[in-house]
């Protein structure tokens, strides 16, 4: 992998020492999944998450909201029981 590349691709401007420092560490990184991918994985199932995940969600339920008036108490600029807000198109 050329470090100047992927920097450049970042809009990165580094130094010689720093490019030295990079590609040590970009080298250990692909030795490193070289080494997991001696690894045999053929009896671990694919999974996107190492717990198993719940829906969290609530049951939705109906209820009233807030009355106007109240909505729209701390408004700074108000219109016939609506926010009033600068216009930004022209």
Request: aromatic share 6%; hydrophobic share 40%.
């Amino acid at each position: 992998m050329e470090i100047e590349h992927v920097a450049m691709l970042a809009r990165l401007k580094l130094s010689d020492d720093e490019k030295g420092l990079f590609s040590a560490q970009v080298g250990g990184i692909i030795n490193y999944i070289e080494k997991l991918n001696e690894l045999d994985t053929s009896d671990v199932e694919p999974t996107a998450h190492v717990l198993p995940m719940n829906n969290v969600f609530r049951e939705d339920k109906l209820r009233s909201s807030l009355p106007r008036e109240k909505a729209l108490q701390n408004a700074p600029d108000r219109d016939e029981g609506f926010y009033r807000v600068p216009k930004i198109i022209e």
